[in-house]
């Protein structure tokens, strides 16, 4: 059954190249399109296109089909195009022709729009749900360990002193920028589409207002054509806060990477966190965080897949759009994962609390020892070049011991106003 047909038979060809896997990906967005009909089906009754027993048996109708979606019942068999056509076929099929005038207003293209964007409204509140939790949990390690030493590096050379308590609240407070992206692209997708049809609003006196506030949208969006254009808008900024999560992620798990060998040995991760080898048996691989690092990279890379399908299309609906959800679909729940994963793994990392005893740390400390000298009267180019004549000698003595006061140094670190932070954003 096809929407759109009218006793012409299409070439088998042309329809699966035209439908893909439309069928597969539109099984998330079920739920959605019957929200969306429901509050259509009320607007309809409202202003007179359809009678109240009409609207009634629509709406319960509609209410049933929700609770096979979220049990996991609803198929779309290959006889189908889409979600919008079984959906139209079961009310008809159930209804008559109750269901036959169910799609009286509006058009797929605004129907996939509302799909999406109450989905999209959904997965946003899901990301920054599991974001509070791994911010909880890195700051919560912050505390733990804040007063841990930890090599600092620029060039992956030996820098500064840091501590575990600077590195895991860094990561913290970078999460609050990715709620600052996700709270943005919130903003952009609590915007009512419905109403403007196949892009150019309709000639029957719907009522808008009533199916915004009916489906819990923030506001209208008003010109028929703009709702339009928002179609892969809407997707791509999604993606971006997706990639900026994304890569906090991936980052966070290279550094796990790397300081989990052997060459730094700066934290271990218990057994049932790490892979083996095959063939060398003393192998503890960070198989969990590899696996992040590579997604994530993955899911940074589609806002620019978005981008290359959307960017030459002029005003209007086009095909090209169908494929949006074949990049975005898999990424979200791909993030999802990742998310769930990292939050169920970084509760166990081990850290090693003598890193710094190790001779080769202590040039760490340089900067601390010319700032002393410094403090003591001496001009800072001078304090420079002697704490290097030191060094180029061997006679620099590592005090090994900081005295950072600023806010967010290493004896400084803020962290309950990198909480307020999250509270203020969040």
Not at 3 to 20: C, N, P, R, S
Not at 58 to 77: M, P, Q, T, Y
Not at 202 to 228: C, H, M, W, Y
Not at 286 to 305: H, M, S, T, W
């Amino acid at each position: 059954m096809k929407l759109w047909e009218k006793g012409i038979a299409t070439d088998k060809k042309i329809e699966q190249f035209t439908v893909g896997n439309d069928r597969e990906l539109d099984l998330v967005l079920a739920k959605y399109d019957a929200l969306g009909s429901i509050a259509h089906a009320k607007m309809l009754g409202q202003i007179g296109l359809l009678t109240d027993s009409e609207t009634i048996s629509l709406v319960l109708a509609l209410e049933e089909i929700i609770k096979d979606a979220e049990n996991g019942n609803f198929e779309i068999e290959d006889s189908f195009e889409d979600v919008h056509s079984k959906i139209e076929y079961l009310l008809t099929a159930k209804l008559g022709n109750a269901g036959k005038k169910i799609h009286t207003a509006r058009s797929r293209n605004d129907q996939v729009l509302v799909d999406v964007n109450l989905y999209l409204k959904d997965v946003v509140k899901d990301f920054k749900s599991q974001v509070k939790s791994l911010f909880d949990l890195l700051m919560e390690s912050a505390e733990k360990n804040q007063n841990v030493l930890l090599p600092g590096y620029t060039h992956l050379q030996i820098a500064m002193p840091s501590s575990f308590g600077m590195w895991f609240s860094a990561y913290a407070e970078t999460l609050i920028d990715d709620i600052t992206m996700l709270n943005a692209a919130l903003k952009i997708v609590d915007q009512n589409p419905l109403g403007s049809a196949a892009g150019y609003g309709s000639s029957f006196p719907i009522d808008r207002t009533f199916t915004t506030k009916e489906l819990g949208f923030e506001t209208l969006k008003f010109n028929s054509v703009a709702a339009q254009m928002s179609r892969g808008k809407s997707e791509k900024i999604v993606a971006f806060a997706m990639s900026s999560v994304a890569a906090t992620l991936s980052k966070f798990s290279m550094d796990v990477c790397l300081y989990m060998s052997q060459n730094f040995d700066f934290i271990t991760l218990p057994s049932h966190l790490t892979t083996g080898s095959s063939i060398m048996p003393h192998k503890k691989n960070p198989d969990v965080f590899e696996l992040i690092r590579g997604k994530c990279n993955k899911i940074q890379a589609l806002p620019y897949e978005i981008t290359l399908i959307t960017n030459n299309l002029p005003s209007g609906y086009h095909r090209d759009l169908q494929l949006l959800k074949e990049g975005l679909f898999p990424a979200i729940q791909n993030l999802k994962a990742c998310l769930d994963i990292a939050i169920f793994s970084i509760k166990d990392i081990k850290v090693k609390e003598h890193i710094l005893e190790d001779k080769k740390y202590d040039y760490l400390f340089t900067v601390d020892s010319l700032n002393e000298m410094v403090v003591a009267g001496i001009p800072f180019r001078d304090a420079y070049k002697a704490v290097a004549e030191q060094l180029e000698n061997g006679t620099f003595k590592s005090p090994k011991e900081t005295k950072h006061t600023h806010e967010g140094s290493i004896n400084n670190l803020c962290l309950a106003e990198i909480k307020e932070k999250m509270k203020a954003t969040y």
